[in-house]
Each structure stands twice: as C-alpha cells, then as structure tokens.
C-alpha cells in the first residue's frame, strides 16, 4: 500500500450569497442563501514513501484544502483517504504521531513562550523518548542555525527565524510524513537555503516522504522529483518537473536597455532566423530565442556590437508561467510530451 493514497477525494465549502448594502446584509439575516463553493473537484493522488512531491497550482488552486484534508484538519466531502494505513481525520491523535506539518502562513509554536520550551512541551504532547528529542534537537539548532534564537519567543522571531523553528517542530517526533504548504514565502534566498537543504537531508536521510506547496521554482529544483500542477481544483498534470522544463524552457527571453538601440542593430536581429525581437520602449527591447539554438552569450554579444548595453536581464520562467500556458492552450502536458 502507498503512503499516502485518496480516492475521488474532494471539498466544497458553503458560501452566503449576499446583496451587497444594508439591505442585502438585512435580508441574509432573515433568509440566509448558500451556495457550494468547490474548492477540489474528485481527485486521485497515490504517493509512495520517501517520495518528495512539489503540489503547486495559482492562488485558489486547492493546494491547501487538499494538504487539510490529508493532515486530516478538514473533514472531505467525499472521497477516501488513507496516510499511512490510516483515516487522518477519523484518527487524530494516531494521524498526529505520523505526519508533521508547517503552514508558513501560521506558527504552530506558542507565541510568547520560549522556542525552547515549545520544544519540550512537544516532547512530551508527543511523548518523544529522551535520547530521540537531544539528538534531534541538536541535529536540528545546529542544520538550521538557531542558536542565536532558541532561548526568544516565537513573537520575537523573525519570519525566517519563525519558519526554522516552526520547521524543527514538525519533525521532533520523526514523522515518516511531512506536509509543508508554502513553507518559504516571503523569506531571503539565505533562510531559504537553510530550509532547503534541511528538507532535503530530511528527506534523502531518514526517507521521510515530503509534500510541499510552493510558488518557488528553486524549491521545486532542490527539492522535488516529482511535480503535480492543480489548478480550479482539478490535478492537470502529474509527472516529472524534467519533463516540464525540458518542453517549456525551451524559450528563454532577455530584456535589453540600451541608450541608442540603432536600426542596424533591430534588422539584424530581425533578419536572423530563430530570434524574436520585441521593442518596448524607446531604450527597451527583448529578444526571445530557442536555448537549443543559441547561448544566452552569443545573444547578448551581437547586442553589444551595436553599442552600449546599460543593463539587461534574462527573463525566468517561472511555474506560473508553465500553469498559465496549460491554460492559455499553448502547452498541453500530456499531450506534447
Ligand atoms: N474555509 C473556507 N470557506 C470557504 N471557502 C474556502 C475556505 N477555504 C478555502 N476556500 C476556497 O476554496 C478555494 C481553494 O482554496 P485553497 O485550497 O486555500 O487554495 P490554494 O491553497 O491553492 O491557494 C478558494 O476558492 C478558496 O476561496
Ligand atoms: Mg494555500
């Protein structure tokens, strides 16, 4: 059996239809009206142990209602659902001694007491033995550097100090399971790191199988061997993230600011085939290309030529990117790869 398996598993929320003004808040409060509102469509998703899942999707997707609903915070409306062998929302307190989870929204510490005794009072809500909670602790202060912060309390953090802290927390009691939804939102590529390499030493280490939300694509990089995009509540693609960036990446784009792009220089780069240029102001323009054709170098050469280059800057593709042109059409993942 798979660690974590659901079938047909979805949630609808009830939504209070109102007119707007006094009126419409009046006449709700006399015959309140609900709609609906799907937040995932029935979903299958099988995932195996040790297996490190990137779950990404736009804002509203239905990432974090699905992580709920594994975690077992949100009852589904229907559908099944097994973590580990278990029903996570039937059995709570068995569920809580198998999973570990980081909402980056929300802290799952005590706000004003020290992270330190947060983590004592974990051991022992978790009844961890002593030898497992010294040795993952020190692991833990010393991977994600909280030395400087464990003796504070969780409102005197930072968000990057808060997330490593948070982090640590979830993984105390040495969950075989780890949800993390958007655990790096809002942090310095440094915090990043850190938590990125904690996670992965987690996770290629103690084989401990990782499902993460994020908007990062470095993230999903470090991390992840495996992507599933959801968007309006429907999975739309379940792969590898190779694959996706092996078809989509394809293009690469870089954006030029020059003082006096000359006329020479745009028939030039008209006239090649294999380069798409596109001007955007009077001291801005791009030139996209195919990165199997050309280096990002040999572009940025033939500009330089024709004059001096104030600054440029090579255009990323993100994952919005990659959701955005499923749905425009313009990248159909199963079909094209
Ligand atoms: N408690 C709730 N009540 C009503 N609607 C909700 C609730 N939680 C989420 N939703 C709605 O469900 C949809 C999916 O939300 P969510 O799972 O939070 O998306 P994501 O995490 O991908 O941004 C959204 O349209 C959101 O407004
Ligand atoms: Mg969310």
Not at 12 to 22: E, P, R, T, Y
Not at 53 to 58: D, E, K, L, S
Not at 225 to 252: M, N, P, T, W
Request: hydrophobic share 40%; with cysteine.
């Amino acid at each position: 059996m798979s660690i974590i398996e659901a079938r047909q598993l979805s949630k609808s929320f009830q939504q209070a239809v109102k007119d707007s003004g006094l009126k419409g808040a009046m006449k709700h409060l006399v015959a309140p009206k609900y709609i609906d509102k799907i937040a995932v469509k029935p979903l299958d998703l099988t995932i195996e142990a040790g297996e490190s899942v990137a779950y990404v999707g736009p804002n509203g997707a239905g990432k974090s209602t699905t992580i709920k609903m594994l975690t077992g915070i949100l009852v589904p409306s229907s559908g099944t659902v097994t973590v580990n062998g278990i029903n996570p929302h039937k059995k709570r307190m068995e569920n809580a001694q198998q999973i570990g989870a980081v909402f980056g929204q929300r802290t799952q510490l005590w706000w004003d007491i020290p992270i330190i005794e947060s983590f004592s009072l974990l051991k022992d809500i978790y009844q961890i033995p002593d030898l497992t909670y010294k040795s993952n602790l020190d692991q833990f202060v010393e991977m994600l550097g909280m030395n400087e912060f464990i003796h504070l309390s969780a409102r005197k953090l930072s968000l990057g100090q808060r997330m490593r802290a948070d982090l640590a927390a979830s993984l105390l009691h040495n969950p075989p399971i780890l949800y993390l939804d958007e655990p790096t939102i809002g942090l310095d590529i440094s915090v990043k790191q850190k938590i990125r390499e904690f996670i992965k030493k987690i996770n290629q280490e103690q084989r401990t199988t990782v499902m993460l939300t994020t908007h990062d694509l470095g993230d999903i990089e470090d991390l992840c061997q495996r992507l599933i995009i959801i968007d309006h509540g429907c999975i739309i693609y379940d792969g590898s993230l190779e694959q996706v960036k092996r078809h989509f990446a394809k293009e690469r784009r870089i954006f030029f600011q020059m003082a006096s792009p000359g006329p020479q220089l745009f028939t030039e780069i008209t006239a090649a085939s294999g380069l798409k240029l596109d001007v955007l102001s009077e001291m801005e323009f791009s030139i996209s290309f195919d990165r199997y054709h050309f280096t990002a170098s040999d572009v940025v050469s033939r500009v330089m030529k024709h004059g001096e280059v104030l600054d440029f800057r090579m255009e990323e593709s993100s994952i919005e990117e990659v959701i955005k042109a499923v749905y425009d059409g313009n990248l159909d993942l199963n079909q094209t790869m």
